[in-house]
């Protein structure tokens, strides 16, 4: 399965401190991307990372990613209360085709 | 900001009915995809869709599922003869190309 993995389950953090949630993939990917989901909701995209990228920046946000160990982490800098909510990495195949497949998620919550 | 939008929000069905969920994508983007939650589960892929025809399918996709663009603006998830495990939240995301999906915000659909 070419599917992401995310670490850890959940987060219990302060407002204020910094989050940070790792992937693992298991095969070779095209892009990876990060989404935030609030409970019951639609996921919203928060950024993607290409293969040939190394890191990527997104206001509070920033993304790496390492192709050689099949890892990617989301920090999330001085956290917010509004930031509590599901975060899932996503990874497509290398093989061309159109398949996003979703992680388990890191739930976040975020103590004000 | 552009939105995919879903319709209706909540559907309550009878096991062994058909359901219709709607979704209206993005207009200038090419590539469209439904996905499911169930309760408290990973967002599993179900079927993705480009140039009139579908891409890929997941193992959950059978032949109770279709898909179909009947108009140039919809894109409709018909399930046929509906189980209790179809019970879930369904999305509709849509994309331009790997920059990221827009989803919508779901169709809780619950099979009674």
């Known amino acids: 399965s070419q599917q992401g993995e995310e670490d850890p389950q959940a987060l219990s953090i302060q407002e204020g401190e910094n989050a940070t949630m790792n992937c693992s993939y298991k095969?070779?990917?095209?892009?990876l991307q990060w989404y935030r989901q609030n409970s019951g909701r639609g996921l919203v995209h928060l950024i993607l990372?290409?293969?040939?990228?190394r890191e990527k920046h997104s206001g509070r946000l920033r993304v790496t990613l390492d192709t050689s160990k099949k890892s990617s982490s989301l920090l999330i800098t001085a956290s917010r209360a509004a930031d509590t909510a599901s975060y899932f990495c996503?990874?497509?195949?290398?093989?061309?085709?159109?398949?996003?497949?979703f992680g388990a998620g890191t739930r976040l919550f975020v103590k004000a | 900001e552009p939105e995919v939008t879903q319709t209706p929000s909540h559907q309550v069905t009878q096991m062994g009915q058909e359901v219709i969920l709607r979704c209206v994508p993005i207009?200038?983007?090419?590539?469209f995809y439904w996905y499911r939650q169930i309760l408290g589960q990973k967002v599993e892929f179900l079927v993705s869709?480009?140039?009139?025809?579908?891409?890929?399918k997941s193992e959950i996709f059978d032949d109770q599922f279709s898909v179909e663009r009947p108009d140039g603006s919809n894109f409709t998830l018909k399930i046929r003869s509906t189980k209790l495990e179809d019970s879930a939240m369904y999305f509709c995301?849509?994309?331009?190309?790997?920059?990221?999906?827009?989803f919508g915000s779901g169709t809780r659909l619950t099979v009674v």
């Open positions: 996503a990874t497509d195949g290398s093989t061309g085709g159109f398949k996003t497949i």
């Open positions: 095969t070779s990917i095209n892009n």
């Open positions: 990372i290409r293969s040939n990228e």
């Open positions: 207009s200038n983007h090419l590539y």
């Open positions: 869709f480009y140039n009139n025809e579908i891409s890929e």
């Open positions: 995301a849509s994309d331009v190309l790997n920059y990221g999906y827009t």
